[in-house]
């Protein structure tokens, strides 16, 4: 598998695909550390190895692309890549959300209006909203994605019975407008931000959560 390998499964091969953009950047940088003996890009394995939970960090599996239904049907959440990371905190579910100055979509409120009475999309936001522990009134200016990617590193801890996930911004180039979201995210469920680093955010249905973002 190579970094072409990667386009085929985005949602819009034609639009998403190209140099200096977030999918076609994580593509490369992913699959050209594959040959190294951690099979992390650097600048995620520097932030990694400065945690004690993290250092010396190793990649198991990774699936770009990864979709996880949620509540309410419709379109899974599908994350840019998911991964199994090896760490002395055990065995990591990691969602990994590739950023090249794309926005992280619109707001909880926007993708709410003109929602249909048959929509699924209130079960979904009570589905996530019951899982950061907080009312669907503190994220109406959240970025929706910034909801449910995070969402997919916890769910599938769950699902394969690990107690660690990490939810991980890889950003190329200028993202100041997303570095904004990502700080009012995590400021929605009482996290302080730290910039290209990763902290602890806390623990969400018996698993604890850690975030980064790294530039």
Known sequence: ?????W??????????????????????????????ARGLP?????VLDASDA?????????LPEHQVALDGGG???????WALFSA?????????????????????????????????????????CKLWGVPDSAVQQCRYQLMHRPAVAVLEAKRFGLKTALFLVHAFGDNESSLTDYATWRRALGIDTLHNGLQRAGEYDGVTLWTAWVS
């Open 75 to 81: 379109h899974a959440s599908q994350t840019d890549l």
């Open 88 to 128: 002395p905190a055990g065995v990591v579910s990691v969602s990994i959300e590739a950023k090249a100055g794309e926005p992280f979509a619109e707001t909880v409120e926007t993708w709410l209006l003109g929602a249909k009475a048959s929509s699924g999309k209130p079960a979904r936001l009570k589905q996530l």
């Open 1 to 5: 598998m190579g970094p072409s390998d």
């Open 42 to 46: 650097s600048n995620i394995a520097t």
């Open 7 to 36: 386009r085929r499964l985005l949602a819009d091969p034609k639009r998403q695909w190209r140099e200096k953009r977030s999918a076609y950047e994580a593509a490369v940088a992913w699959e050209s550390a594959r040959s190294s």
């Open 54 to 62: 993290f250092k010396g960090a190793s990649l198991l599996l990774g």
